[in-house]
């Protein structure tokens, strides 16, 4: 009973599809990673394109940013399956973020 050696050949056929394996298995990683924002801020979706933002945290506080909130849930309730959505145009949202961020530091 003996060992038998591999050829770099037959080595190589079986290394290829592990390696393409590997890869799709990290890059779907790096995409679930993606989608979770970092610590300290949460996901928003603007408009009815829904647009998805990641705002900090510290919005939750601003006046402007509760006011959106309010709309929101008046429009679509409390429970939303597929996240927060503020129904607000999505450059009027990005100008409000840009003067929450101005009042905010």
Do not use: W
């Not at 599809?17 to 298995?25: D, E, H, N, V």
């Not at 995409?31 to 949460?42: I, Y």
Request: with cysteine.
């Amino acid at each position: 009973m003996g060992i038998k050696k591999t050829s770099k050949a037959q080595t190589e056929r079986v290394a290829s599809p592990l390696k393409q394996m590997l890869k799709r298995c990290s890059s779907l990683l790096k995409k679930g990673k993606e989608d979770v924002p970092m610590k300290g801020h949460f996901a928003v979706y603007v408009g009815k394109s829904r647009a998805r933002h990641v705002i900090p945290i510290t919005f939750l506080n601003h006046p402007i940013f509760q006011k959106m909130l309010q709309e929101a849930e008046e429009e679509f309730g409390f429970r939303q399956e597929r996240g927060i959505t503020i129904p607000c145009d999505q450059n009027i949202f990005l100008f409000l973020l840009d003067t929450i961020s101005y009042h905010s530091s």
